[in-house]
């Protein structure tokens, strides 16, 4: 999908009718992990100065099986760096298919909660499980949203960013 028809890209209409006007710095890379995302972090950070650092992170180090502790020791990095930069944090909360079994899916969606609080930074709630439920919304890879839903995950962005800024 070109970068115009995805969510981030889209996000800034979608905040004006919160009274926002952002700019959205969209530093993902497809297929990211933690550990990418933290190493690429402090140049991100030193080139834009963001005064607001969405982190959603953690799909695709669960989707291989790191371990909890490895992800959540790169998201509290990302965390810290990203309010030292004088940035809020929001989190997002990430989770992964079922057939991870109970116990590493328990353990990884723990991750999230426990830095909200642990951190003091707002966790907001993955939409993903909002879209999934879309077949006609999703790819045939079961894990990524089509471009017709990326308006819909951008208005869930939105609302859920305008409650927290």
Same mark, same amino acid.
């Given at each position: 999908?070109?970068?115009? =028809?995805?969510?981030?890209?889209?996000?800034?209409?979608?905040?004006?009718?919160?009274?926002?006007?952002?700019?959205?710095?969209?530093?993902?890379?497809?297929?990211?992990?933690?550990?990418?995302?933290?190493?690429?972090? @402090?140049?991100?950070?030193?080139?834009?100065?963001?005064?607001?650092?969405?982190?959603?992170?953690?799909?695709?180090?669960?989707?291989?099986?790191?371990?909890?502790?490895?992800?959540?020791?790169?998201?509290?990095?990302?965390?810290?760096?990203?309010?030292?930069?004088?940035?809020?944090?929001?989190?997002?909360?990430?989770?992964?298919?079922?057939?991870?079994? =109970?116990?590493?899916?328990?353990?990884?969606?723990?991750?999230?909660?426990?830095?909200?609080?642990?951190?003091?930074?707002?966790?907001?709630?993955?939409?993903?499980?909002?879209?999934?439920? =879309? @077949?006609?919304?999703?790819?045939?890879?079961?894990?990524? @949203?089509?471009?017709?839903?990326?308006?819909?995950?951008?208005?869930?962005?939105? =609302?859920?960013?305008?409650?927290?800024?």
């Amino acid at each position: 999908m070109s970068i115009e =028809k995805s969510w981030p890209s889209l996000l800034p209409n979608a905040m004006s009718p919160y009274g926002h006007q952002v700019e959205v710095i969209n530093g993902s890379i497809s297929g990211d992990t933690t550990g990418n995302g933290l190493a690429r972090l @402090p140049a991100l950070l030193q080139e834009n100065t963001p005064d607001v650092v969405l982190v959603e992170l953690g799909a695709n180090d669960g989707l291989r099986g790191f371990p909890p502790k490895t992800i959540q020791s790169n998201l509290r990095s990302i965390i810290t760096q990203s309010l030292q930069s004088g940035a809020d944090v929001i989190l997002m909360q990430i989770r992964i298919p079922p057939n991870y079994g =109970k116990r590493y899916n328990s353990a990884f969606n723990a991750i999230y909660s426990e830095l909200g609080e642990q951190m003091s930074v707002p966790v907001m709630p993955f939409f993903l499980e909002q879209v999934i439920v =879309k @077949p006609e919304w999703m790819m045939s890879d079961g894990l990524h @949203p089509k471009p017709d839903a990326q308006p819909w995950i951008a208005e869930f962005v939105a =609302k859920h960013l305008n409650e927290h800024i």
